[in-house]
């Protein structure tokens, strides 16, 4: 069946622009979690959304970041005004479990260059 | 504070066994999670342990000690496509979001 999808796959962006990027989960999955792997480091967890609960954005490293989740589904991660730390990789995952823990699907990734 | 420690890197050759170790220290424990990731691709579910003991998956298994924070991931009869990051995580008690490690990279060896 289909996975997680992301558009874009790559992203080319000027420093002080404004990006978006999409998450499409895996149909029927509750909960979508949005990561960023940046060269040589470890996944780092930004933001998870949970069926209808208030999002945790525990990790969103400023305020430039946000990101919303329409429908139960789609999700939507903007960077306002882009830094060239916020160049890496943006990883979308879901996961079915309606419990804390769950097995979670990555998608392929964003890689976001800021120039 | 959060914490997750793994090798940066391993060597292993084609047809042996590997150990990659895992050490954890978290505010919350809810399972920890081995994942494969291969250059330029998604990660990859390879094993949960919620519980202290060995979880074995035809090639791979993975062990769990709770009160000594310690996981091992163990890859046997490695193959050529075993080549990959391995990554450590730790899903806390707020929600399920995973705690990465930096990952090992494997690489092995003719």
């Known amino acids: 069946g289909a996975g997680v999808s992301q558009s874009p796959s790559n992203k080319v962006t000027e420093k002080g622009k404004d990006v978006e990027l999409r998450c499409d989960p895996i149909s029927g999955h509750t909960a979508l979690y949005w990561y960023r792997q940046s060269l040589g480091q470890g996944l780092e967890f930004l933001i998870y959304f949970q069926g209808n609960s208030a999002p945790d954005k525990s990790g969103l490293p400023s305020d430039r970041f946000s990101a919303e989740r329409t429908g139960g589904s789609v999700s939507t991660l903007t960077i306002q005004r882009t830094q060239q730390e916020d160049s890496a990789v943006y990883l979308c995952a879901s996961s079915h479990r309606q419990g804390p823990v769950g097995e979670q699907y990555f998608g392929p990734g964003t890689r976001l260059t800021v120039t | ?110």
């Open chain 2, 1 to 110: 504070g959060q914490n997750i420690d793994q090798p940066t890197e391993m060597t292993a050759t084609e047809g042996a066994i590997v150990q990659i170790n895992c050490t954890y220290q978290t505010s919350g424990f809810n399972g920890l999670f081995w994942y494969q990731q291969h250059a330029g691709e998604a990660p990859t579910f390879l094993s949960y342990n919620v519980l202290d003991g060995l979880e074995e998956k035809g090639r791979f298994s993975s062990f769990l000690s709770r009160s000594k924070g310690y996981s091992y991931l163990l890859l046997k009869e490695l193959q050529m496509k075993d080549s990959a990051s391995y990554l450590c995580a730790v899903s806390d008690n707020q929600g399920g979001k995973l705690i990465f490690g930096q990952g090992t990279e494997l690489s092995v060896k003719p």
